[in-house]
């Protein structure tokens, strides 16, 4: 019942943009923390940012803060993550979390998280 689908990955230059959306079926993203993070080839998954129900406790990486932007649009029931000044370093698979049981805070953990989408490619060339 409860599904999570990100969009908006692709394929850009160094420099670029792009906006990734998480679309959530099955519950109200506005009633969670939500997260994203990112797990290049050979690499852990790691924390990119977190955003909390009310949209009033944010945290960045550190390797990103500055470029991303997290954000919710309600009416839509997303959460979304822009991705600017983009780098090679960026390419990864970006997935959105949805914390259901810290719901009144954020984590920067992946144990945190319970549900996941299957996440979309970020290719950043150089």
């Known amino acids: 019942q409860v599904q999570l689908v990100e969009a908006g990955g692709g394929l850009v230059q160094a420099g670029g943009s792009l906006r990734l959306s998480c679309e959530a079926s099955?519950?109200?993203?506005?009633?969670?923390?939500v997260g994203w993070f990112r797990q290049a080839p050979g690499k852990e998954r790691e924390f990119v940012a977190t955003?909390?129900?009310?949209?009033?406790?944010?945290e960045y990486a550190d390797s990103v803060k500055g470029r991303f932007t997290i954000s919710r649009d309600n009416a839509k029931n997303t959460v979304d993550l822009q991705m600017n000044s983009l780098k090679p370093e960026d390419t990864a698979v970006y997935h959105c979390?949805?914390?259901?049981?810290?719901?009144?805070?954020?984590?920067?953990?992946?144990?945190?998280?319970?549900?996941w989408g299957q996440g979309t490619q970020v290719t950043v060339s150089s």
């Open positions: 955003i909390s129900s009310g949209g009033q406790n944010i």
């Open positions: 979390a949805v914390d259901r049981v810290h719901v009144n805070g954020v984590s920067t953990s992946r144990s945190s998280y319970d549900y």
């Open positions: 099955g519950l109200i993203l506005s009633d969670y923390p």
